[in-house]
């Protein structure tokens, strides 16, 4: 057990045995919170930049409620129906949540820098490490089950870090509530659960695996993530399949070092001191005590990541405010001596300076054609998925937000060459779920025929009508160097007749979705439900 909560170690120094939990949070947190939540929020208002390619995906699933879908849990689907139900789905009300849960986060922060011990200022210094950390900005700033991750996370480490302060094994019931449906929200909270359960073998923490109330919290855990799990079966495990794929197909592999200097940029450079404070408080320090399990936790994951070489920070960049929060406590201590007090104005003040400068590769605050030179400059341009296609000018979560417009255009074009009788058979057919869920966001005022896919969840929401022998297909086909657009070979062997509508161009997307053929096909050879199974995308 951790020393009593009026012990020294709880205490910094100049500071009183009140108990962290008789203080208040200092204001200077609650203003770290609401600049990251305006800096989330804001753009939605204004601006170049669009829906995000995997926000029209997540409308899309919410219009197909179910308890599991290919690439996600449901729970962040359920609560965007409930959104649009209330508000509708404009990108203010969209962006809303994950602002919110953003300004949530940084709290969070503060209130494990108490708990650990960190007076006002260390609680201010973690909460600007959160609201600072590039890679926790773009979580936030778009809808996706990311941004409610990171508040699972955080929460669960902070019910664990007062499991040990108050001895109070009951609120292993509340780790598994939050657990069940944080794993309803996304799978990969497995990796915390991974990693607590080797860290507490490889410490006194083993202890707690003779207390029937983490049992009771595990089973709590389990009754609340067994809808998804029932889904998961009756779909033939659709999800491992899409894990399996994306892990050899999509992720880009990345060197270990290269991994680690990842994580070092991600969490902003200037709070490498502060996180590695954090690390040696939870597993080398006198006052880290029974903490130490949590310091092997992120140890842990890290070393997953790095041998798996996984080139997405975002994985595990949700352990991260329990490290600024210890190291904030360590720091708050050690930086009251003579010669260091200057050190409590300068460090949170780069910080903020440098999150700041930051803050327009993870925003969309700038005009693609600045933020592309701006981010050249800085050297942070990250390829986060693998290959060629993947590359742009831009981040990937801001390139996927642009030119959208004008593949609907594109669509509605080639739509309008149908006769009327084609128009009522028609359907539109894209080979990725980021090629039609735009287009049915951005065209329901456009009265353009209902979209398919075999990509992911749209698999499952399909075949299309065997009636469907018009097809506006979007991709299935290149542009060759003479300019020539060429089919894919498989078109030509489904409809009599192919006419090549348009090419979708543009400038700061992905490459992948650059030159996009758009094609008429007409007088399908067989119903497309035959060929259904060979269409489907799981990655």
Known sequence: MLPPKEASWMVPEGGTATGPERRALPPLLYVAAAALFLLAWVPSWFGPAGIFIDEAYYLACASHPALGYVDHPPFSIFVLAGLRGIAGDSLPVLRFLPALSGAAAVMLAGLLARSLGAGSWGQVLAGIAVASAPVLQAMVGFYSMNAFGVLFWSAILLLLVEIERRDEPRLWLAVGALAGVGLENKHTLVLLALGLAVGMLLTRARRHFASPWLWAGLGVAALLVAPNLIWQASHDWASLEFYRQADLLKNDPTPPLDVLMGQVLAQNPVALPLWLSGLGFLLFSRRGGSLRHLGLLFVVLLALLMAGQKSRPDRIAAVYPLLFAAGAALLDERWRRPGLAWLRTAYPALLVLVGIGLAPVAFPLLPPQWLARYAERLG????????????????????????????????????????????????????????????????????????????????????????????????????????????????????????????????????????????????????LGDVWEALRVYR
Do not use: M
Request: with cysteine.
């Open 380 to 527: 942070v341009v990250p390829q986060i998925e693998a290959g060629e296609g993947k590359r742009s000018p831009l981040p990937q979560w801001l390139a996927d937000r642009y030119e959208w417009r004008g593949l609907v255009d594109d669509v509605a074009d080639a739509v309008s060459r149908l006769s009327p009788e084609e128009r009522e058979r028609a359907v539109v057919f894209g080979t990725s779920y980021g090629l039609v869920a735009p287009v049915e966001y951005l065209g329901r005022d456009r009265d353009l025929p209902p979209a398919y896919s075999g990509h992911n969840s749209y698999f499952s929401w399909g075949p299309p009508p065997e009636s469907a022998d018009a097809v506006v297909v979007i991709g299935l086909g290149d542009v060759a160097p003479d300019g020539e657009v060429r089919p894919d070979p498989g078109l030509r062997e489904l409809f009599e007749q192919l006419e090549v509508a348009s090419v979708y161009r543009c400038t700061w997307c992905p490459a992948w979705r650059d030159e996009t053929p758009i094609w008429i096909a007409r007088r399908a050879k067989r119903p």
